[in-house]
């Protein structure tokens, strides 16, 4: 339901989700009718099945460190993974979180918005950045022409340059 809840955030920035599950096909609908009566959202993206873990294995996704974590036949559980996909189809961001802990989408559309940050104005985000934040020059980029491209850069070190992105210009509002 969380990322269901989001997703019109998701798509304001051009991303699709898919959900992937170690389950059939059949038994998604009454899965989806749970988790939007539960909490409160209208999950409308697609969720493969994936009821042999093929993908899952494919991508290693399987929880290989919880013995315990399997089903009647005995197979593993999958982790909960996230995996963020570009427009060419990089893999930019692998997440994996134990099958116990739940996922931060907070988190997850943070980094969207860092990797469209960086793509767009050649810069990198520092730990715990924001939309809206100070943003780290990108180290390729001398600093005679980081000076004209971000006319408020500041030098903290040769290769720290901090500036800052008009508002207008940040991932979240674009």
Do not use: C
């Amino acid at each position: 339901g969380a990322f269901a809840k989001l997703e019109p955030e998701f798509t304001k920035r051009g991303v699709k989700l898919i959900g992937l599950s170690a389950n059939t096909v059949d038994s998604h609908g009454g899965w989806i009718k749970d988790i939007d009566e539960i909490s409160g959202s209208s999950l409308k993206f697609p969720i493969i099945g994936d009821k042999e873990r093929q993908v899952a294995l494919a991508y290693d996704m399987l929880d290989h460190q919880d013995a315990t974590n399997v089903d009647s036949k005995g197979i593993a559980f999958t982790i909960r993974s996230v995996f963020i996909i570009d427009p060419k189809k990089t893999i930019r961001t692998i997440l994996s979180y134990p099958a116990s802990t739940g996922r931060n989408t907070a988190e997850v559309l943070r980094i969207v918005d860092s990797l469209q940050t960086g793509d767009k104005h050649r810069v990198t985000t520092p730990i715990n950045w924001v939309p809206g934040d100070d943003v780290i020059v990108h180290p390729s980029i001398k600093t005679e022409e980081a000076q004209k491209i971000f006319p408020k850069v500041n030098i903290v070190k040769p290769y720290l340059r901090f500036t800052t992105l008009p508002k207008e210009e940040t991932s979240a509002n674009v």
